[in-house]
């Protein structure tokens, strides 16, 4: 049965419910107020107050006569010591094995950056061009009926000199790399070409025949203070300064036979760098200054080849081509050639490997400056 006081389970015959004491077979209390009698009140109260001061006298708070109210100190509460694991052998994480680097990747294949600046003939005469380093966005910098030829960029790219036939006879000028403000250098009877400027833009090498035949020039980049630098027996001509300004590079034998000297900038201390009984020329200094560029026909085909800058260590890049240039970073060299007919202008890895025709015309396309 139910035990109608607590509502708990109880055996059939129990007279008395083990759960609460209520009597079975009759009916379940009242709910109470469970309220407490007044004595118990009473009786309450005092049992509070006893605990209450008990305590208070136990702390210190209440004091008995003639007793110290110093305070003592709370018992110390011990505590059982944790037990720690001992540390754990922390191992570097494994390094994940990462697809190749597309920022590396792109550095590596990265295409070659600058303009190139060039003659072509693509209008019926020479004129003055500059193109994007991969042969495209050609655009023409000058328009005239006569020859503008030699292109050569300033250090800084800001303005080119070339020689020109546009007053009757050939003349260096400068011009602004747009092709505007052309300034005429060089004022003479007789012939002035192959211009190149310093590393520090204050001079521009040249060659002329004003003295009869071709010899190398030097004058301030406004045209004055003209110098001559060589007095050959033979032709001497296509200058190049090296990265640091102290030397000269050029050109100069008989027909036939040109080898590549060297001199210092104010034309002294000349050494020869090249000795055949063929054409070697157009030197052109690598950005760094240890290797030297140039043009040789000493395989039969006339071709472009490397050497350190003492002419030791010759190797050979292409087996055609002429008057090569590199690249500002010196990745790349650049030059022309005629393979199918007239002469377009070529790009090559310094190592030899790569070759690339950047221009493709009817017409030449020659003295390439990167």
Sequence with gaps: MICPNCKNEVSDNAKVCGHCGHRLGSAAPPPSKRGLPGWAWGAGGALLVVIVGGALFASGVIALPGRSTAPTAPPTLELPTPRIAPPTETLPAPTPTLPPSATATASATAPPSGRIVYSSGRDGDSEIYVMDADGRNSIQLTDNSVWDQSPKWSPDRSRIVFGSTRDGESEIYIMDADGGNVIKLTDNDDWDGFPAWSPDGKHIAFTSTRDGDDEIYVMDADGRNVIKLTDSPNAAFSAAWSPDGNRIAFDSGALGAFEIYVMDADGANLVKLTDNDVNDGCAAWSPDGSRIAFSSDRDGDRGIYVMDAD?????????FGG????????????????????????????????????????????DPDW
Excluded at 311 to 319: C, D, F, P
Excluded at 326 to 355: K, L
């Design 311 to 319: 002419g030791r260590n010759v190797s050979k890049l292409t087996s």
């Design 323 to 366: 008057c090569p240039h590199w690249s500002p970073d010196g990745r790349r060299i650049v030059f022309f050639a005629d393979r199918d007919g007239d002469d377009e202008i070529y790009a090559v890895d310094a190592d030899g490997d790569n070759v690339l025709p950047l221009t493709d015309n009817d017409w030449f396309d020659v």
